[in-house]
């Protein structure tokens, strides 16, 4: 049960979400940083924009918000057959 | 991607690849900005002295003492990727041997835009001025040039010429020992 | 969380611990290709290298990561930030970043001794033939930071040379080199990252 909270584990749709909203908004960042810091000349501003803005996207992106785990997987239910044997971590022949 | 440690390792990743992107944006960047600076120099004669020698070598060598007058401008070469100018001032020469000499006789590093105004009068060399050959006897007149070196924050060194002294500057005779 | 890696561990097998030091010595074996074919694009001995003292302040600080290039054909000049090492005659043999304040350079094919002739004798005679591309170039160089220039680091040499110079500066990324001077300066960092590195690279399932 701890690892399970540790693992903060996310659906199939959660995990495809993040992964767009992850590198949609750093390529966004990067750029902005990059303007930010070439407009006003100063390397400084460019590294406070891409650190601030990174370290907010962590805290969207890293946390199992709800919006991650909408979807849960509908698994089947298992069929127990002869010669099959049905493990709880896996499946092996 | 279903675990916070794989979220954590993917995000990391894609975020070091942008960095990387950045860092490389602004090194190349830097090939765009700032413009050649100007400049002037001027040399008064030239005075050789008979002195002591480097470390190795017994007996004298002479020593060549410059003032030199140094007005630039060197704020175009200040952007955001400019962490320090490396100024110095060179005399190019050479012997009757045919060895072509370059030698650094005063430096100055720059750090900040507000310092990047040079005006000196009378300014004298800061590092000994020595002929290898040990004397300053029928070598060519020397040559002074102005140059920087950029230093970036990230990125490649860059290198330039300000100015340089219209007539080459002739080496007098050696005058009388001095104690150095 | 460990117990459960440890039951994949044992359920994969011998095979699977197999394919996995495999790919952990291509990891390797690439990293040092990749080490070797810039150092032989750049024709430098270490392509890439950690600034380790501040002589070289405020250009260069603990940690900075030099890019190293040395073009055969080309000659050093002033104001280039060379590496050089001047042999291990007595003590350890560690590599200087310092700037080249003094070039001399003779005439193609010229010996040594040719540069300390006195102007007063007759000029010594060049070898008729000889191998040498480039001109021989006596060299004295300076740390921005240190008040004197580095005759007395170059053990009981007079000038450097070109044979004792790893190459000059001609990139810059700062910061990124630290990792290896704390590797450096606390040996346990190192085993530790070694150690837990190689451990993932056995256990993962991927």
Known sequence: ?93 | ?180 | MFSESLRDFRRLGFRHVLLQVLNFASVIASGLMMWKGLGLITNTESPIVVVLSGSMEPAFYRGDLLFLTNPASEQYKTGDITIYRTGDRNGPDIPIVHRVIETHDMPLCAPESFAFTKPTRRQPKLPAQCTDKVPRQLMLTKGDNNYADDLELYRGLDWLERKHIVGKVKGFLPYIGYVTIAMNDFPQLKYALLGGLGLLALIQRE
């Open chain 2, 1 to 180: 991607m279903h675990t916070l440690l794989s979220r954590v390792n993917n995000a990391s990743a894609f975020m070091s690849s942008c960095m990387m992107t950045l860092l490389a944006a602004i090194a190349i960047s830097s090939f765009f900005l700032g413009s050649q600076p100007t400049g002037e120099v001027g040399i008064s004669p030239v005075k050789v002295f008979a002195a002591k020698g480097r470390r190795h070598y017994s007996g004298k060598q002479d020593a060549a003492f410059v003032n030199f007058n140094v007005t630039a401008d060197l704020a175009p070469l200040f952007h955001w990727n400019t962490k320090q100018l490396f100024v110095s001032l060179e005399a190019e020469y050479t012997n009757m041997h045919g060895v072509q000499n370059t030698v650094v006789i005063w430096d100055k590093i720059i750090r900040r835009k507000q310092d990047a105004q040079l005006h000196i009068e009378g300014g004298k060399n800061k590092y000994a001025f020595r002929e290898v050959s040990t004397s300053f006897k029928d070598v060519s007149p020397a040559s002074y040039a102005l140059k920087y070196n950029l230093m970036p924050y990230v990125g490649v060194l860059q290198y330039g010429e300000i100015a340089r002294t219209s007539d080459d500057v002739p080496f007098p005779e050696a005058q009388a020992k001095v104690a150095s």
């Open chain 1, 1 to 93: 049960m701890d690892s399970q909270i540790l693992e903060a584990r996310i659906d199939f749709h959660g995990q495809s979400l993040m992964e767009k909203i992850t590198k949609g908004s750093l390529v966004l960042i990067t750029v902005v940083a990059f303007l930010a810091g070439f407009v006003t000349q100063s390397m400084q501003y460019t590294f406070a924009v891409f650190g601030g803005a990174s370290a907010m996207l962590a805290l969207v992106v890293l946390p199992p918000w709800p919006m991650y785990n909408s979807h849960p997987p509908t698994w089947l239910p298992a069929i127990v057959e002869p010669g099959l044997v049905v493990e709880k971590t896996g499946i092996s022949k």
